[in-house]
Structure formats: C-alpha cells, structure tokens
C-alpha cells in the first residue's frame, strides 16, 4: 500500500505541475474586482496601482473611456485593458447579492458547529445589508475576517467625511485591511433605500454524515447508527429591520423512537425577534422570545453552544461575535429558551439581559435526586450502548439560568464591562463519578493510572446544595462572574476576560474561587498581521458554558476517555462530546506574512501546559503559499507537535509530524483541479514491557506496540461547473493511517489500519433565482485485512495458522434543500 501511495502520489504530483499554469481567463469584473485580482492583469505595476487608487477615489466606473482620466495610462495600456476587463454595477439589490454569492450562501446554510448560530445573521444582511453610515461597532465587527482595528477604522472615517456615499470609499479608511474591506463590501449599504423589505429563508438537510470537529485521533470513526438520517429544517421569515420569526426542526443521526426505543424526540425551536427600534436615547438591538444563543466576550464565562473549534481565537474564520441573536442551530443540551434583550443607552452603555428554563441531559446519581454531571449524547438515549441503565440520561435535571452584561465605550472600540450569569438547577449536584460513571471492576484505575494522568480534573467537579428565593425548586446553583475590556490603539487590538467561578456562593471575590484568563493582542499591517493569545484556566474553573481558547476539551487524557472502563460505553460521551476547554495554561502566537505578491507564509507557534497533570505541550504549523500565476497555487503546510517526556506524571510522550503538500489549478469559470499529498507520523514513547525479551533482557524490535504510527494519503480533486446554475466536485482519496480532511462543506475524521480507497461526488443546482439544490455521496472501500490465528505458545516460532480474510465498504449520503425569497 504504501510503495503504491509513493508511485501514484509522484506521477499525480508531476501531472499537475506541468499543467500550463497561464490559461485565458474570462474578463475581470473590475467594479466587483478586489486588489489581488487586479494586481494580476498584464500591465504595467505603475497602471495597476493607478487603477486601484482611480476606483478608490472615484467610485465604480461607468464606461470604459472613464479609464481614459487615469493619467498613468498610457494608450498601450487602454489597449491592452480592452480584453482583461469587463464593466458591471457594484453589486447591489437582494437578489443581485446572492446570485453573486450564491457559493458563499451554499457553505453557509450547510455549515455546522461553533459559527452555525451566526449564520443566520450574515444571511439576513447578505440579503438586506446595513447602512454603514449608522452602523455600531457591533454591527461592523460581526462579520468573518473583519478585525477590530477594521471596525474602528471605518468609524474613524465616518466621523471625518461626515457620509460614505460609495464602496469604494471604505478603502479610504487608514487602517482598513485588504480582507477587512473583501469580506464587508457585500454586507453594507450607503443609504436606507428599499430597506425593510420581506425575506424568507428555508432550508432542509437529510444526511448519513455523523458530525465531528475534532481532529483527535481517539474520536475518528464514530461508532453511530446511521438511521435514521439526521434531518434539519429550518425556517426564517423576517422584515430584516424590525422582526423575525424563525422555527427549526432537528432530529440527530440515529434519533426517532419509532425505530429505537428510549431515544429521544426530536428537537423543536421557535422564537420572535423585534429589532431596530428607538425609543428616545434608548435603542433596542433586539428583544428575542423563544430560543436565543448568549456570548459574552472571550466564550470565558458564556457562550451556549453544543460546539467547540480547537484554537478558537475569535478572528478570521474563528469569529466570536458577542451579543443575544436568535438561535436555530443545532445546539440541544445548552440551547436557551426564554426572553432574551440587548440594547443601548446614549449609544455608549450597552445593556444584555436573559433569562431561560430549559431541560438539560445529565448523569444521575443512583439516588436518583443528585446528578454527577451534565452530558451531551449523539444521539440522544436513554438506554445504554450495552445495557439497560440504572437511571435515564434525558431532560432529567431542570435548569433555570439568568444573567446579564453592563459595558461602557469610552470610544470606538474601547469599552470595559462586567458580565455575570447563575445557573439553578432542581436537583443537587454532588459528582460521584466511582458510583456512577465508572464501572467497578476498574475503580481502582482512577486517579491512580499513568494513561489517565489528568483525572484530577474529574475530582475537581463542581459540585452545590442550595436554595435559591427566585424558584422553589432549586437545590443546587452555580454562578460565574466576569470582567472584560477592549481597546484599540491605531493598528493594535488589545482584548481580554477574566471569569470568577464564585464556589462558596457569597457573592463575593475571594483568593479561592477557581479562575480562567484570557488576554490577546493583534497587531494589523497591510501585508502582515500577529495576533498573541495567553490563556489560564484554574482546575477548579468549572463552567459548563466556557468556549475560550484551548487546544483540547475537558477530560481529555482522563479516565472518561476509556470506554472500557466505564459502566456502559454511553457514558464516554462525557469526554467525546464535552465542549468545555480543558484547563490549560500557555501561549498562543500567529501570523500571516505576504512577503512578495507571489508569497505568503502563515505560522502557528503554540506552547501550553496542561493543568491537570503538568504535560507539557509543543504545537509549530508553518504553511507557505507560492502563487506563481493568480490561478495557480501550491501549497506546502508542515505541522510538529510534541509533548514532552521529562514530566514524571506523563511519562508517555509523543511527537506528532505532518506534511500537507497541495497544488491548485484555477480554471475559467471557477473550475477547479487539485492534487494534495499527506504524509503523517506519531512517535511515541515505546513501553518496554512491549520491546523488552523478558527472558533474555534484550531490545527487540516489536510487532506489536511499535513506537510508530505512520500515516499517508493521496487526493486528487475536481470542480467542474457546467454552467452558472449546475456544479459537480469529485474527489479520490487513497489513504493508509490516520487523516482528516474536508469533503465539499464537510470536516471529517478517517483511521484505516490496513488502507482505504475513498470517494466522494456532490452537485449543485440552482433551480431558479431562488431554489437550490445539493447532494452528495461518498463511498469508503478497504482493502483486505489479514488476521492471523497462531500457533501454540510452546513452539518455538510464531507462524500463522490460519488466514482470515475481511473487508467492509461504507457510504453516507447528504441532500440538501434551499431557498431564499
């Protein structure tokens, strides 16, 4: 398999580098083009910058002789100009956008995860953008890739020009990144014309995918049913100014009690948004009724959702907006319910308040009043994976939670806050992980064996018996407390939020009370931006709702991770699901650097220690792009992680290495082809019970429990899009190991001992203006796997005795439905 992967993977790498790299593209839409795109065309350096700067200046152009006022172009270049470019409208009206963004809107009504509640709002302003000229820093820093230093340049230049009449004013803002201003220009408006218009959005996804977002290796091939499907709807209908009703629909992978008795019912959302409305100096942002997503700061002390993205910094494509918005995603076990609002005063206080009562899935104690902990399953069930369970897991344990943020703007983008929220819950938390996760016939491996090093965590369990005068029923609570600020100094974002774990409930601050610290600085240039990122979370620090920055989840290296030690399997969902951070305590350092037009380079420098037993981590990701021609690409990516052996409670280190070479051939018509090559391997520490001869006290080398873990995969990939309203994307990997990858909108997470072939194939259609249409499936072949049945141990050597031959073949399909009014 290997020497296969070898040959192919050279004679698919040669193919596509000889590919002609400089293929006629169609015209450049040059009123919608951005400055790369322009950069590109064959003229001089001294035109391109000329143009820029004329469309900067002047605005869109309206003919081609416009071009004849730019005088740095010569007739040589007007000449040559004639057939690179062709002359549109900026885009404008809601149906013009998303003809243009059709892709975009595709990625977005199919994505899942941390990002998926924001989804909707970039919908809504994809469809009716905000005016600019009355934006808030809120409004401006919600969007993917646009960075506080962005946000508090535009309103540095609203305040000097007094109006932004065009888009391409926006590139006057001195401060403004090229990506800052790329991914906004579509999300705006100049003027309140046609503003409150009607807008409905619906989509439906049927699939056989399980989701993941976890690049952990323990969490590849899920062992899941996969029916029935998971099955979506959602439904928004909104006048995007003043109101919004939204209602989904969610019924997991392998949910439905028709089918399997003691899963769960599937899950229902509704809720009323009024927004946009004045009331003297008071303006209220939005008043939601029904179900709502919270986010406060850093994710430090609240963030209500299912999900989590390791290294989650809150820019780029890892956006945290901070704010109440209406929630129809995924999200079960910590979705809101209730009345949620937040408004402003003055428009320099800003105000959040909510409140909700909501049923939570929970591991309860066998008395059958107290619970251990709260829990995520997919899907939802309350029978085990093995076995009956003592107690059931669903809607056991009744959740009130209320809480609020007051935060003053000193300026744009500088403002301080204080945040809290308490949780109430209707039966007593008193965690018994021994009794009741645990099975006990390995109770005796907790806190006490070397591959569970960090099961202190588990012993650091909040745990309450309380009353609360706001609801009778209350016998347990938990409140968090929290400060933030933001500042911004020219091209300099400073942020931070500190969360106060109040664990003896006096309302007050102590040395004590557990604590999780989050602090960032992002330093902006025109071709180069930094962000540094410094996280601390005490193991005390026990907030169900923390998302902050982590590179691993709670209870990972725990004994919660060991099925087999558990009562029933069901319980390691505890681990596998969980979505808090796992305490930790580094440095996060990462740029993106364009050294030449043709060059960039992004580093990811990590260095944590996890807080539960001391490891120490090491993560360095390097990726360096060489362009030379605007649609050819090549990409070179090489990751190296470790952690280090000298830590007497981790003895077990590793090294992780990974190389991800990729080549891209942009078509006309946004065809594509691509081959990537990825070679991966994890060294461990080798156990000598495994390489050490007991009765000769020799070092040999072992066939099982090799230090080595090698992993390689070939893919080959096309795009092909017959016209404007039909695609198809094929892809074929050959992979050995352990790898991840993105299918179409897809994350996955793959581990063949033996080798595997895979394939995917997905279309889209546009049926009509307002319809569109995907599917995909994608099928997973093996190759043989031998398993030897050996002789007897008095022999002198082992030889196979028998030869028993298997194979499987697995296939999942996705289709998704959506439209836009």
């Known amino acids: 398999m290997t020497a296969m992967l070898h040959r192919t993977s050279i004679l698919l790498r040669l193919i596509c580098l000889m590919l002609p790299v400089y293929l006629l593209a169609e015209p450049l839409d040059i009123n919608n083009a951005d400055e790369a795109e322009i950069m590109d065309l064959a003229i001089r350096d001294e035109a391109k910058i000329a143009l820029i700067e004329y469309l900067e200046q002047s605005g869109p152009i309206e003919s081609f002789y416009d071009l004849s006022e730019v005088p740095a172009l010569n007739s040589k270049d007007l000449q040559t100009l004639k057939s690179l470019i062709s002359i549109y409208p900026e885009r404008q009206g809601s149906l013009s956008r998303l ?134 709807h959602k439904l928004s209908f909104s006048n995007s100014r003043h109101w919004k009703v939204g209602l989904a629909y969610n019924r997991q992978l392998g949910e439905g009690s028709r089918y399997f008795p003691g899963t769960d019912i599937p899950e229902i959302k509704a809720a009323l948004t009024l927004s946009d409305y004045d009331f003297g100096p008071i303006h209220l942002d939005r008043l ?70 909501n049923d939570r899935d929970a591991v309860l104690n066998s008395d059958g009043t107290s619970f251990t902990s709260l ?62 996760v645990i099975a006990t016939d390995s109770r005796y491996q907790y806190l006490s064996s070397i591959g569970n090093a960090a099961d202190s965590e588990i012993e650091a369990l909040y745990a309450s018996s309380s009353t609360s005068p706001l609801w009778g029923a209350a016998k347990a609570h938990r409140r968090v407390m929290g400060l933030e600020f933001n500042t911004v100094i020219q091209n300099l974002a400073l942020q931070g939020e500190l969360g106060i774990l109040d664990k003896d409930g006096s309302l007050s601050v102590s040395a004590d009370d557990p604590k999780a610290l989050i602090l960032s600085a992002y330093l902006q240039f025109d071709n180069l931006n930094l962000l540094m990122l410094y996280r601390d979370t005490d193991l005390a620090f026990d907030n169900p709702y923390q998302r902050s920055f982590s590179n691993y989840q709670k209870f990972k290296s725990t004994i919660f991770e060991d099925e087999y030690y558990l009562i029933d399997p069901i319980y390691s969902h505890i681990y596998s699901s969980a979505v808090q951070p796992q305490a930790e305590r580094g440095v996060y350092l990462r740029s993106r650097y364009q050294m030449h037009r043709r060059f960039v380079v992004t580093t990811d420098f990590d260095t944590w220690t996890r807080v539960p037993d001391g490891a120490n981590y090491h993560r360095t990701k390097v990726r360096l792009e060489f362009r030379p021609t605007f649609n050819y690409r090549i990409t070179l990516s090489h990751k190296w992680q470790k952690r280090s052996r000298f830590n007497l409670f981790s003895p077990t280190g590793y090294e992780n290495i990974e190389t991800i070479i990729r080549s891209r051939l942009r078509l006309s018509k946004f065809n594509e082809l691509s081959v990537q090559y990825t070679t991966t391997k994890t060294i461990f520490d080798p156990r000598k019970r495994l390489v050490i001869d007991l009765d000769e006290g020799v070092n040999y080398s072992s066939d099982v429990g090799n230090a080595l873990s090698p992993s390689q995969a070939l893919n080959f990939a096309v795009t092909h899009n017959v016209n404007d309203r039909f695609r198809i994307k094929t892809a074929v990997t050959a992979y050995k190991g352990f790898i991840w990858t993105f299918e179409d909108t897809d994350f996955r997470v793959f581990n063949s001992l033996e080798g595997n072939l895979r394939y995917w194939v997905s279309t ?58």
């Open 288 to 357: 939601i009724l029904g179900s709502f997503n919270v986010t406060f700061g850093q994710g430090v002390v609240m963030e209500n959702t299912d999900f989590r993205a390791p290294r989650r910094s809150g820019y780029g494509w890892q956006k945290r907006v901070p704010g109440i918005f209406t929630d129809l995603s995924r999200s079960q076990e910590f979705a809101f319910r209730g009345v949620g609002i937040q408004g402003r005063i003055f428009d320099k206080l800003v105000l959040m308040g909510f409140a909700s009562k």
């Open 764 to 821: 889209y259609t546009r049926l009509g203006d307002r319809w569109s249409m995907r599917m995909k499936y994608s099928s997973d072949m093996s190759l043989p796997t031998s398993n030897y049945a050996y002789q007897s141990a008095t022999e002198s050597s082992r030889k196979a005795k028998d030869n028993i031959i298997s194979w499987s073949n697995q296939s999942d399909f996705r289709f998704q439905l959506d439209y836009a009014f």
């Open 99 to 232: 003809r243009d963004n059709y892709r975009r809107v595709e990625q977005w009504t199919s994505q899942e995860g941390a990002s998926e509640g924001l989804i909707e709002l970039w919908l809504e302003r994809l469809a009716e953008p905000i005016n600019i000229n009355t934006a808030s820093y809120e409004d401006i820093i919600s969007f993917q890739n646009v960075t506080p230093v962005d946000a508090v340049a535009i309103l540095k230049l609203r305040e000097q020009m007094g109006e932004l009449r065009y888009q391409r004013a926006l590139r006057n803002a001195i401060g403004l990144s090229y990506y800052g201003y790329r991914n906004l220009r579509d999300f705006v408006r100049f003027d309140d014309e046609d503003q409150g218009q009607w807008h409905l959005w619906y989509t439906t996804v049927m699939k056989t995918i399980p989701s993941t977002n976890s690049t952990d290796e323990e969490l590849a091939n899920p062992i899941v049913r996969k029916y029935p499907p998971d099955l979506v």
């Open 375 to 436: 829990i995520t399953l997919y899907p939802r069930q309350n029978t085990g994976l093995l076995d009956d369970l003592n107690n059931p897991l669903l809607d056991v344990v009744n959740e009130v939670t209320y809480g609020g943020l007051l935060r003053y703007e000193f300026a744009p983008g500088t403002f301080i806050g204080v945040s809290s929220y308490e949780s109430l819950y209707d039966k007593e938390l008193r965690p018994e992980p021994l009794l009741s």
